[in-house]
């Protein structure tokens, strides 16, 4: 059942994952992601950040590492939770400048999947024409 907070482990879990990367303690977000992660943003090949990521270390380089290169201001606001089992969907906004000072305020949705306190697989959904009007 959808809800504005977390109401699980696995969510609370989660919640963690998106706390740490606001401060920016990218280490504890690695920490929770399992060795053999799959990481899965857009397919769109125009946005910067594409593709599929496997493991911690691809997923620091390849997708948190561009977010400065990227955006002067970068917060991720979750707003629905959907906990069931091992899969966790948010949905929410981002709110975001580019360094070319552009706006960015779109949705996305987020699906997790956690295995034993692990996060095992990550499908990451954007509105991409906004992120492209955001970036020019």
Known sequence: MPSTRPTTPNGELIADMYAAFERGDFENVLAVL?????????????????????????????????????????????????????????TGRVVARSKGGQLLSAPFAHVFTVRDGRVIRTDNFHDTALWLTALK
């Open 34 to 90: 399992d060795p053999d992660i799959e990481w899965i943003e857009t397919e769109s090949e125009s946005l910067p950040v594409h593709g599929q990521f496997a493991g911690p270390q691809e997923v620091l380089v390849n997708v948190f590492a561009p977010v400065p290169q990227l955006f002067s201001e970068f917060e991720l606001r979750p707003q629905l939770w959907i906990e069931a089992g091992d899969d966790v969907v948010v």
